[in-house]
């Protein structure tokens, strides 16, 4: 079937298998690779994308039920050279180790931040139950969030 | 002014956060386009005889260009007693051993294809408990005589205790779990017109891996190149290589096209290995003065269905590391590894070390409880003193440099001990249905306990940059940060403008890599003596450019800039001095040889409240002292702190690997494997000191696995300290409602 999805501000239109996921549309169709697949069973958060503006796990949606919609990913989030505020407090505050839970622990926060602009620690904790990470403890990326909302990060 | 112990942020980072890294399955490399995609069919049943496989209605599936089987292999199969085939030929011995292969033009088309390949299982009896594989009743090979593989010590003697006032013993659980990096396993691979094998693989160690894949394709392991590309993770789980690369390299060849093979997650939590799996019979005997005379432990090790690392290294690091932190005159450490029809187990995050600490840190708590002291009392009367190092152990091991006694002060001081113990015991009084519990851990670790070296090679550019490339290939930790730290450091070039080069073959040949928190100690000690090198090597054109004498020469590391001792006016740069030098001659490339293994120590505080009604745990506090010598990036050693600390306390109270009676894995996906999260987590209060060894020329000491083996032990014992007053004097990790509720109720029965 064709599927048109607004990704990152630009048009796409393509010809997908009909059970193709989301997160492997954005992958393997359109080349969008930072968008990681951890689990097969919507547990992980790996593969974390905004569809219409809310947080969706990506491995769990249809690329035809994101047709029509506008789709970001975290290549779409800096404003060219300038950094998202949540991209800049990951790399200032070490939220990020291998990196692979990044792109969609990013983008949960975006999303947590849109609904919450000043959450406390355990709201950021709440808000991130269900992205895992596996070499930071959450610690740092606890601080990036905090940071991100323009709050101060104890040390 | 040297940057070194500064908050350096990582130059890893940029690439992560704004179009990802680039893991195996994301490579889109010329030499991949026209690749097939690869799916193994893997048992599901976890002890059978293999009697037929009928791949003909795979075959014929939509997009399916092969489908291969033991019976297809034309490689060498690996020797020995306990041989692991490269695809299962007439026996499978776990659930998720591979069996067939299935090659396919699309992603898509893998598992519809997999799922039609037909293979008859004769089922044998599974051989889950430790004791029934240790009884040999079944045995997984039928050619030997026991399920044992590998013994590490000496038998128990019991003698040991002979004089002591107090002995106390029991049995106890170092449960199995999943080391469940969030990248799973993958790989990619292409022959050359050259007749070379390309690999990329997510690994911790490519020379190690192309070592162990081209070996099993009979090829020499210069006609292989193997890269590692960005690695989501490793903990252990992806030292070297797997036999399941082997199978890529030689289908690739087989049907003349690259191979791609990305596994999920529900592949990768039973066929990836795991863990730790140790029974334990800790015996500890002493005095009521608090004095600790002796202490056994016999481990009965799970090596899963075929000897890796779970079975070779892991008891044999249990056993070395067995006293910890205490002067213990006799000490019998004795492991049977024993295979059992269930996952391979090999290394996770502290290998060996969080099981013997877990092992003698239970001891201590059982034996103050004994004698009615305080844990942190007894631990200080039995800790090695400052003034004791070196310090050989009853085991055989020698610790560096140590301040085991001021770490657990830091920590209780920081903790305020004695008010959480006087909210404890008020609580208790008041008949709180929500106690509290206090747990300490004090610990030792090896770090570097390979013992092998490391490589490290650099060059200035005419422009004055630096490339270097180190063999300690990094996944995560950010190994290009902190060596172009060192380096800069040594030679006064910023930074920016050096680049840490790691991971592929072709560009270092001879490696070790990245495991046992080896990575600084020796990798950057490498490039620290490649440094040196250079430097050496730059006095002379130095004089020679500024006409002085090579002894009136000095490098201003504040400048970059190379003068005649306190003359900076006519200094000459690194880049005048490279121009001037010539392509390449300003180069160093070394091994760094002089590897010893160093003895991190720390000690942490695990703060818990327990609801007696429910059995529920909560971790409310985690204080750590994790000393590794001096830091050069606190940000990267902190990470690495926290990360360490999470998987403790994962283990401590959420994760475990189990089966039920048949072999069959009962918590083989993420939606069952308790993988700890954000909500189960404190803010971590970390403790700095640094104590520094003299085994290598930075002073450091490994920090990747330490604050997982101190924390296990702390948190467990907090659980067990809360429920103390009930006559509780242990619980299983993980300690999960279930079983904390469990042991409450037993209690309560007992009174």
Same mark, same amino acid.
């Given at each position: 079937m064709r599927v048109t999805i607004e990704v990152n501000g630009r048009r796409t239109e393509e010809e997908v298998e009909d059970r193709t996921l989301l997160v492997h549309h954005l992958r393997?169709?359109?080349?969008?690779?930072?968008?990681?697949?951890? %689990?097969?069973?919507?547990? %992980?958060?790996? %593969?974390t994308v905004l569809v219409d503006g809310e947080s969706v796990k990506s491995c769990t949606v249809l690329a035809a039920q994101a047709d029509g919609a506008a789709v970001t990913t975290v290549e779409g989030l800096a404003e060219g050279e300038t950094l998202h505020p949540v991209q800049q407090a990951f790399q200032d505050h070490h939220g990020l180790q291998c990196g692979f839970c990044t792109p969609g622990m990013i983008m949960a926060a975006v999303s947590l931040l849109e609904a919450n602009p000043r959450p406390t620690r355990e709201d950021v904790r709440t808000g991130l139950e269900g992205n895992l990470c596996r070499c930071t403890g959450y610690h740092n990326i606890v601080d990036a969030v905090v940071a991100a909302s323009g709050q101060e990060v104890p040390r | 002014m040297s940057m070194m112990g500064t908050r350096v942020v990582r130059t890893e980072d940029h690439k992560l956060i704004t179009v990802g890294g680039s893991y195996v399955d994301d490579l889109r490399e010329p030499d991949l386009d026209g690749a097939v995609h690869a799916m193994f069919v893997r048992s599901p049943v976890a002890h059978a005889r293999v009697t037929a496989i009928d791949s003909r209605e795979a075959a014929r599936a939509?997009?399916?260009v092969a489908v291969l089987t033991a019976a297809d292999l034309d490689l060498d199969p690996p020797g020995g007693d306990h041989a692991e085939p490269w695809l299962a030929g007439d026996a499978v011995r776990y659930v998720g051993q591979p069996v067939a292969l299935v090659l396919t033009?699309?992603?898509?088309?893998l598992a519809d294809a997999a799922e039609l390949v037909d293979v008859d299982y004769d089922p044998l009896p599974a051989v889950i408990d430790l004791d029934d594989a240790l009884a040999g009743t079944t045995l997984l090979f039928p050619g030997t005589d026991s399920n044992v593989a590998k013994t590490h010590g000496k038998p128990f003697d019991e003698s040991a205790f002979d004089g002591c006032e107090v002995v106390v013993t029991r049995r106890i659980v170092n449960q199995r779990v999943a080391p469940a990096p969030l990248e799973v396993r993958g790989a990619a691979c292409a022959w050359g017109a050259d007749g070379r094998l390309t690999m990329w693989l997510s690994t911790q160690n490519p020379q190690l891996a192309r070592d162990a894949i081209a070996g099993g394709l009979g090829l020499d392991p210069t006609a292989m190149r193997l890269i590692a590309p960005d690695v989501g993770g490793g903990f252990g789980a992806k030292i070297g290589a797997d036999p399941d690369p082997v199978v890529l390299g030689w289908a690739a060849r087989h049907v003349g096209r690259p191979v791609r093979w990305s596994e999920t997650r529900s592949e990768n939590l039973t066929a990836m290995t795991h863990g730790r799996g140790q029974q334990q019979t800790i015996t500890i005997g002493g005095s009521r003065d608090g004095t600790v005379r002796a202490f056994g432990l016999d481990v009965v090790q799970d090596g899963g269905a075929y000897p890796r690392l779970g079975t070779t290294l892991l008891p044999g690091m249990t056993t070395l590391m067995a006293t910890g932190t205490y002067r213990i005159p006799r000490v019998e450490a004795y492991s049977r590894s024993v295979l059992t029809t269930t996952t391979p187990t090999a290394a996770y995050r502290g290998a060996g070390r969080p099981e013997a600490t877990a092992a003698i840190e239970r001891a201590m708590d059982l034996f103050a409880t004994e004698i009615g002291m305080d844990p942190a009392e007894v631990r200080r009367r039995n800790l090695i003193g400052p003034?004791?190092?070196?310090y050989q152990t009853p085991t055989g091991a020698t610790y560096d440099t140590g301040e085991y006694a001021a770490a657990l002060d830091r920590v209780l001081a920081a903790a305020d001990y004695d008010g959480l113990r006087a909210e404890q015991t008020r609580r208790r009084a008041a008949g709180d249905p929500v106690v509290l519990g206090l747990g300490l851990a004090s610990y030792v670790e090896i770090t570097a306990g390979d013992a092998g070296g490391e490589s490290g090679r650099m060059t200035v550019e005419p422009d004055g940059s630096v490339t270097a490339w180190t063999g300690s290939s990094p996944h995560g930790q950010g190994h290009a940060t902190s060596f172009a730290m060192v380096l800069a450091d040594q030679l006064g070039i910023p930074m920016e403008r050096i680049t840490v080069r790691h991971g592929d073959t072709d560009e270092v040949a001879k490696a070790v890599g990245t495991f046992g928190s080896r990575s600084l100690q020796l990798g950057g000690s490498a490039m620290r003596q490649a440094g040196d090198e250079v430097i050496e090597k730059a006095r002379q054109l130095a004089a020679e450019a500024v006409e002085a004498s090579v002894d009136d020469i000095e490098l201003n590391t504040d400048d970059g800039a190379w003068q005649v001792r306190g003359a900076p006016s006519g200094a000459i740069s690194w880049a005048q001095l490279a121009a001037r030098a010539g392509d390449g001659a300003l180069s160093a490339d070394v091994w760094y040889s002089d590897a010893k293994p160093t003895f991190p120590f720390g000690a942490h505080l695990a703060v818990v409240e327990v609801?007696?009604?429910?059995?529920k745990v909560v971790l409310r506090r985690l204080i750590a002292v994790d000393d590794a010598g001096p830091v050069v990036n606190p940000l990267a050693f902190e990470g690495q702190r926290h990360g360490g600390l999470a998987q403790g306390a994962a283990q401590a109270l959420l994760e475990e690997m189990t089966y039920d009676a048949d072999g069959n894995p009962t918590t083989g996906t993420l939606a069952d494997y308790e993988f700890i999260s954000a909500t189960e987590l404190p803010d971590f209060e970390l403790l700095d000191m640094a104590t520094p060894t003299t085994l290598n020329p930075l002073g450091v000491k490994g920090i990747g696995e330490a604050a997982t083996i101190g924390s296990t032990p702390a948190v467990q014992n907090a659980v067990v300290d809360a429920l103390s007053h009930l006559g509780v004097r242990h619980v299983d990790m993980p300690a999960g409602p279930q079983r904390v509720w469990q042991a409450i109720s037993d209690a309560n029965r007992r009174v």
């Open positions: 393997d169709t359109l080349g969008l690779t930072a968008t990681n697949i951890g %689990c097969d069973t919507t547990s %992980c958060g790996a %593969c | 939509p997009g399916v033009e699309r992603r898509y088309q003034d004791e190092f070196p609801d007696t009604g429910t059995g």
